[in-house]
C-alpha cells in the first residue's frame, strides 16, 4: 500500500492527522487548528502564570487528548538587573526620541501602564514561573521562539512534555539537534515575529541534512501559507510546516477588524523587519511605528529587554488612544496568502486539499 504523504513522522509521533502546526495568541486557534487535525501551540508571551494557568486549563478542555503545546520566550542574549539598574540604561537620546513621536502624533499617555513593563525587566522570572504552569499542567508540547530550549530539555521530559525549539541559522540548529531537542523548527527570513537574516529555501535543506541520523523532526517555517507551500516543505525533506500569520485573519482569531482587513489588503513588502519593538529584528506589518524607526535621525534599537522597557508607554498609548496607523501586528510575508477572513478550520482543510493536489501531479498519490 502507498504511504500518503501527509501522514509523516510527525504524525506518528504526536498523534495529528495532517503535518500542520499553528502558532497563535489567540485560545480559540489553537483549538480549533488542533481539532481540526493539526497541532495549536499557543504563544503565551504576555501571559501571567496564573493567566496561562486558566489558558492552558481551557485548552484541555475542548481538545481532549490531542496534541497541543504552549510556546514560551527563553531568550538566549539577554540583559539582566532590576527594574531601576535597567532604567538607567537607557539612554536620554532615545527617551527624547520616543517622548517627540508621542509629542508629535498627538499619542496620548496611557492611563494605566501596560504589562510589557513587567515583561520588559522581570522576563526572566515571569518565564521561570510560566515554566512551572506548563510542566504542572503535563501539557504535551513545549515551544522556545526565542533563545535555545536544550537547558530545560531534563525537567521538562520529566514532565511528559516534548521539546521544541526555533532557529534562524543552521549552527543555531546544530547545537539544539546536538543538545537533544525533540523538534526543531527551521524558520527563514519570510517568517513573521522575530526572524532569520537567512531564506527558507536555504534555511530548511541545510537543518534537514543536519539532523539526518538523529531522531530530531525538522518542520518548516516562514512564508509558509499553502497547501503549496507544503508539498514544497515535504520535498525539502521537512516533516510538516510551522504557521502563524496565516491564521491572524481567521474568525477564531483576536486581531482587531481593522488589522485583518490591512493584512488581506497587504503585500509581501509591507511585511518589515525591525528591531523597534523588541530590540531583536521582527517581522511586522508596516506602520508609521515602523516607519518612524527606519527615518535616518531615528536611534538605534536598543538590546532585549532595554528596548520594551523604553517603548512600553508609547506602544500603550498607541493603543489605548486607537491610533490605527501606528498599531501593528505580528507578521511574515506570508500575507500574501491571505486573502479572505475564514474559519481556522476550513484554512486547515484547504492548505490539506491543495498540498494532495500537488503532490499527485507530482506523482505521489495520497491513500485515499
Known sequence: MTQDPLHTKLCD????????????????V?????????IGVFGALSRTPDELDGDIEWIKERV???????DLVLPASFVEGNKEDLDAMIPQGHRDFVAGLMKDNDIPKPTERDRKVVLGSNM???SRAQLRVVFEHKVPILASALGSPAFILDDAHAAGAKVWG?????????RQIDAGVDV???QGYDAGGHSSAVGTFTLVPEVVRLAEGTGTIILAAGGVSSGKHLAAALAMGAQGVW???IWLATHESSTELFMKQRLIDGRAEDAVQTRASSGKPMRQIRSKWSEAWAEPD??????????????????AGVREGRKEDWMYTPAGQSIVGINKIQPAAELVFSIVEEAQDQLERLGAVPVS
Do not use: W
Open 243 to 245: 504557521t502563524g500569520t
Open 166 to 174: 526555533l532557529v534562524g541559522l543552521p549552527r543555531q540548529a546544530q
Open 64 to 70: 481532549g487528548d490531542r496534541p497541543f503545546g504552549v
Open 124 to 126: 526572566l522570572n515571569n
Open 30 to 38: 489553537v483549538v480549533a487548528v488542533t481539532n481540526a487535525g493539526g
Open 184 to 186: 526543531v523548527i527551521a
Open 298 to 315: 531615528a536611534p538605534t534599537p536598543l538590546q532585549m529587554p532595554l528596548q520594551p522597557m523604553l517603548v512600553a508607554e508609547i506602544e
Open 13 to 28: 509521533e504526536y498523534g495529528c492527522e495532517v503535518p500542520i502546526v499553528a502558532f497563535s495568541h489567540t485560545k480559540d
